[in-house]
């Protein structure tokens, strides 16, 4: 199975910061890399897929990258409704793991 | 508009079973691959179970792989999940999710229906 590894587990931000999150898989699994936020009590929105392509209607403050194992997050200007979890998850092979999330919080 | 609807989630005991539902509308559910993700209480998402369109693949994930059963009904616009030999491990909000495109990403997701294994 690929293992999915996020980092950091959570983090500290205040608005307007710029944020990074990275995903690293156990092995090279292409583009095939998605991300979710997901807010308390909310099911999971997804916000890109096939590593870079921002979902409709996502604010183009969000941005994807990367591919093969090494994949990040990046929010280019942290906003008060971006708290949140945030989630990648590999699509390349079953089963279709997700990281283990990342807990963006105010600083 | 998308949306998928689940049902059938609530307090069973350890060992019996319960067969969640999920009903799509605003959009051709045969056309669409859609699996199962749930959420323990406090923890992240993982991944349960796949199923094709025509339901020519099937995936499970190890942890419920010969105790869950995924099907579904492309007349009824309906996609199940038979739960079997439930533990207490399977307490968790249960999401169906669609499956889209050649990168198999989930865009729309249910509410969630929430399923607690418990004496």
């Known amino acids: 199975d690929i293992q999915m590894t996020q980092s950091p587990s959570s983090l500290s931000a205040s608005v307007g910061d710029r944020v990074t999150i990275t995903c690293r898989a156990s092995?090279?699994?292409?583009?095939?890399l998605n991300w979710y936020q997901q807010k308390p009590g909310k099911a999971p929105k997804l916000l890109l897929y096939?590593?870079?392509s921002l979902q409709s209607g996502v604010p183009s403050r969000f941005s994807g990258s990367g591919s093969g194992t090494d994949f990040t997050l990046t929010i280019s200007s942290l906003q008060p409704e971006d708290f949140a979890t945030y989630y990648c998850?590999?699509?390349?092979?079953?089963?279709?793991?997700f990281g283990q999330g990342t807990k963006v919080e105010v600083k | 508009e998308v949306q998928l609807v689940e049902s059938g989630g609530g307090l069973v005991q350890p060992g019996r079973s319960l067969r969640l539902s999920c009903s799509a509308s605003g959009f051709t559910f045969s056309s669409y691959e859609m699996n199962w993700v749930r959420q323990a209480p406090g923890k992240g998402l993982e991944w349960v179970s796949h199923?094709?369109?025509?339901?020519?693949?099937?995936y499970y994930a190890d942890s419920v792989k010969g105790r869950f059963t995924i099907s579904r009904d492309n007349a009824k616009n309906s996609l199940y999940l038979q739960m079997n030999s439930l533990r207490a491990e399977d307490t968790a909000v249960y999401y169906c999710?669609?499956?889209?495109?050649?990168?198999?990403?989930?865009?729309?997701w249910g509410q969630g229906t929430l399923v607690t294994v418990s004496s």
């Open positions: 998850q590999q699509s390349y092979s079953p089963p279709r793991t």
């Open positions: 092995q090279s699994i292409s583009s095939f």
């Open positions: 199923i094709s369109s025509s339901v020519s693949t099937i």
């Open positions: 999710a669609r499956g889209n495109g050649y990168y198999r990403h989930f865009d729309y």
């Open positions: 096939a590593a870079s």
